[in-house]
């Protein structure tokens, strides 16, 4: 598995945790990393994919549509 494949992988996985949360410090709570880790990992895919993936709401985020498929 190349470096790509695992980065990709680690930001799905920062993905899955902040939908499953709904915030960024809940995600990084349960990822055991800093808020501006995930916030990173997160525009760093979203950058990847040229695609938004997340939505303020409140105080929490909510996936888009593209960040659901």
Do not use: D, F, H, N
């Not at 993905?15 to 915030?23: P, Q």
């Amino acid at each position: 598995m190349g470096r790509w494949a695992v980065t990709t992988e680690a930001r799905l996985r920062t993905l899955v945790a902040l939908a499953a949360t709904g915030s960024v410090r809940g995600a990084a709570s349960r990822l055991m990393v800093t808020e501006s880790a995930v916030s990173a990992s997160i525009g760093a895919l979203a950058r990847e994919l040229g695609v938004p993936l997340v939505e303020p709401v409140g105080r929490g985020l909510r996936l888009t549509a593209s960040g659901t498929v």
